[in-house]
């Protein structure tokens, strides 16, 4: 269903394909697993790795999914399929088995659950987690306007280990 493929030949815009087609969050295990959807992040190099950076609120599902594994995904979905990334950022995995209601198909095929409908994918492993801190702030705009529920993002960086096109 994918191949793997190198991360430096992706023909891929980090901006665009996070901030504005958006991208589903994943961990959990064969089990259990949860997703969300998240228009913020990042990928490029840090600790001489290929990675991401993801920011998830402390009130969210998936955070305690993202906590307790090793690995998590992100998965780009074709534009067509907006109305269920739509979906799975809006309802919550604790009232309801969202992924089986959007109608999404969950893969187990590598370390971490991923979407068969997306057409990239990217297997990471976490290498750090920390929190947004309001003291650390330079601009107080950027408090007031994202942050009046004193909700500061977690940031999780993780190793993009495989990189999976269809």
Not at 17 to 34: F, P, R, Y
Request: proline letters at 4%; aromatic letters at 12%; glycine letters at 6%.
């Amino acid at each position: 269903m994918f191949r793997q493929v190198n991360s430096h030949e992706l023909k891929f815009n980090p901006f665009k394909a996070i901030g504005e087609q958006w991208m589903l969050v994943t961990a959990g295990d064969e089990a259990k697993t949860n997703t969300m959807t998240a228009s913020w992040g990042g990928a490029g190099v840090l600790w001489n790795k290929d990675t991401v950076t993801c920011y998830i609120r402390p009130q969210r599902y998936t955070r305690e999914f993202l906590d307790a594994q090793e690995y998590f995904s992100l998965s780009f979905l074709p534009s067509h399929l907006r109305d269920k990334l739509t979906y799975c950022g809006i309802m919550s995995g604790r009232s309801e088995d969202k992924i089986a209601k959007s109608g999404l198909t969950l893969c187990h095929e590598f370390e971490a659950p991923c979407f068969a409908e997306a057409d990239a994918v990217f297997i990471c492993k976490k290498l750090y987690v920390g929190e947004i801190k309001p003291d650390n702030m330079l601009s107080p705009d950027i408090d007031k306007t994202f942050y009046a529920e004193k909700d500061y993002h977690l940031v999780y960086i993780g190793e993009v280990v495989r990189a999976l096109l269809k």
